[in-house]
């Protein structure tokens, strides 16, 4: 019977497994930081260091400090990757729905746009109370900065412990090898669990 391969695309997309960057109490923070910035703020991080892993948590924990501190019943989450206007339209097109319940959209790849198509849709979302959560490489002028990423190796150690726990010390798998693999994909964690897929195969 052919194993399954722990770090394959399934187990290691955006969502598909827990942010672990941060703390809960770190997570929760954050969500009291994003509510305190009006329901808008930016993820900053390289490529590949989980800004859009770190938004699922987010989310959840918005909902919850909504719910605690008694501004909503629950968050309505819709999500786009810009790629192109049309996808903005079509997402940010909320029809009618309970007032009690707060609607957010996580944008990834908000940098992608140029300023003025940013400026025109955040204007458009704050009109429509309209929370707004983005990813970027690079920060932008228009949104607080709730956290920039900086995964390192103990980062990418802890995810390998947790998807894969009895690789650790193994061939392929050992912290000066991590180490080398985070330095040779500049500090890209998605690429490094790509670049292990391939190593767990050897196996």
């Known amino acids: 019977m052919t194993k399954s391969n722990p770090f394959s695309t399934r187990f290691v997309r955006p969502g598909g497994i827990p942010y672990i960057g941060l703390e809960p109490d770190e997570v929760c923070e954050l969500a009291k930081r994003f509510i305190g910035c009006q329901m808008r703020g930016q993820i900053v991080g390289r490529h590949g260091a989980g800004k859009s892993t ?20 629950g968050l309505d989450v819709r999500r786009i990757v810009i790629d192109s206007s049309k996808s903005i339209r079509d997402s940010t097109n909320w029809q009618p729905t309970d007032h009690t319940f707060k ?6 790849g908000i940098e992608r ?9 955040l204007s458009n979302l704050r009109s429509r109370s ?6 970027t490489h690079q920060e932008i002028l228009e949104l607080p900065v709730l956290i920039q990423l900086r995964p390192d190796v103990k980062t ?8 894969a726990p009895t690789t650790i010390g193994q061939p392929g798998f050992k912290s000066h090898e991590l180490e080398q693999l985070m330095e040779s994909h500049n500090g890209n964690i998605r690429e490094c669990l790509m670049a292990l897929y391939d190593v767990y195969e050897t196996l």
């Open 54 to 73: 770190l938004t699922f948590p987010l989310a959840q924990a918005i909902n919850n400090q909504l719910q605690e501190m008694g501004l909503a019943q």
């Open 113 to 121: 746009l140029s300023r003025w198509h940013r400026l025109a849709m």
């Open 103 to 108: 609607k957010l959209l996580v944008v990834d």
């Open 130 to 135: 309209i929370g707004v959560l983005v990813t």
């Open 156 to 163: 990418l150690m802890r995810l390998v412990e947790r998807l």
